[in-house]
């Protein structure tokens, strides 16, 4: 089971850098139990977000990285055998609920279809979560929030969210972190100096302007960070950037030749 729960209650926020006015948005949902959505390109802080809100609102959070085989049963339980007996085992959803804490469902989209029919009750003001096996209908306790992020850049109409999945949630956009933020970002998460980071970034944003053309994707914040780390240990710059922020984002020679003649340009 892909879950993991972090336990926030008194931890101090991991550090999040907002990019505008996302963490009151996302405190005003909270506050009034609605769900939220974040959509946004993979590595541009979304989990870092949310993982920070959970522990500024002291809540449990229990993420969920959705795949394509996770079923309603891995978000709500299953009856299990345990010594001989069958004992029912809640799964992270049916745990978020009971607790009043957060689920996160990251890559949403990716879940089998059974998924979403799951989320429509606890969406609405019912707030509540019908589990078939055990014939319970468990409200959710105050402090529960339900959210979910989706990556709408993959040009893959099925999988999209359907209107009426979508049309239940607050959403927030999220973007890659302009230089002014991805600078201080980067250097933190990575211990390099802001002057060394700032050709990343520059480099970030230029390999990010051939999303569309070469690229499905531009670079990640993630993938910035871990160039930047690997520099701040000590490797060459150009070897860092092949490994960190070139090989990740394309198999094609001829593309990959051409990243490296940007590297070139900016250092
Ligand atoms: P996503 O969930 O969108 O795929 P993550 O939240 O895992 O992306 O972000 C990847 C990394 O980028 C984080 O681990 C963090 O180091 C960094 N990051 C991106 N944006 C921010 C931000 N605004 N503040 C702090 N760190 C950030």
């Given at each position: 089971m892909n879950a993991h729960v972090n336990l926030q209650e008194g931890a101090e926020a991991p550090f999040y850098l907002p990019q505008g006015d996302e963490c009151e948005v996302f405190a005003a949902a909270h506050a009034n139990r609605l769900p939220a959505?974040?959509?946004?390109?993979?590595?541009?802080?979304?989990?870092?977000?949310?993982?920070?809100?959970?522990?500024?609102?002291?809540?449990?959070?229990?993420?969920?990285?959705?795949?394509?085989?996770?079923?309603?049963?891995d978000l709500i339980g299953r009856y299990l055998l345990k010594g001989?007996?069958?004992?029912?085992?809640?799964?992270?959803?049916?745990?978020?609920?009971?607790?009043?804490?957060?689920?996160?469902?990251d890559e949403v989209?990716?879940?089998?279809?059974?998924?979403?029919?799951?989320?429509?009750?606890?969406?609405?003001?019912?707030?509540?979560?019908?589990?078939?096996?055990?014939?319970?209908?468990l409200a959710a306790a105050p402090g529960f929030m339900l959210v979910a992020s989706y990556n709408p850049g993959y040009q893959n109409i099925l999988?999209?969210?359907?209107?009426?999945?979508?049309q239940r949630f607050v959403g927030l956009e999220f973007d890659f972190p302009t230089p002014a933020n991805e600078i201080p970002v980067v250097a933190r998460e990575s211990g390099l100096s802001e002057e060394q980071v700032k050709p990343l970034v520059r480099l970030a944003g230029k390999l990010r302007a051939l999303k569309g053309q070469d690229l499905e994707e531009g670079v990640s914040t993630r993938l910035v960070v871990y160039a930047a780390t690997l520099i701040a240990q000590g490797m060459p710059v150009e070897r860092a950037i092949l490994a960190a922020m070139i090989e990740p984002l394309s198999d094609d020679e001829d593309v990959k030749r051409g990243l490296l003649d940007l590297v070139t340009a900016i250092y």
């Open positions: 959505l974040l959509k946004g390109p993979t590595g541009c802080g979304k989990t870092r977000f949310v993982t920070h809100m959970a522990a500024r609102l002291g809540r449990p959070l229990y993420t969920v990285a959705c795949h394509d085989d996770l079923s309603a049963a001989g007996e069958t004992v029912w085992v809640d799964g992270p959803l049916t745990r978020a609920v009971r607790e009043g804490a957060i689920c996160y469902l989209v990716e879940a089998r279809k059974d998924v979403t029919v799951v989320l429509h009750p606890l969406t609405d003001d019912r707030r509540i979560l019908p589990i078939d096996r055990t014939g319970e209908e999988k999209t969210l359907k209107p009426s999945t979508r």
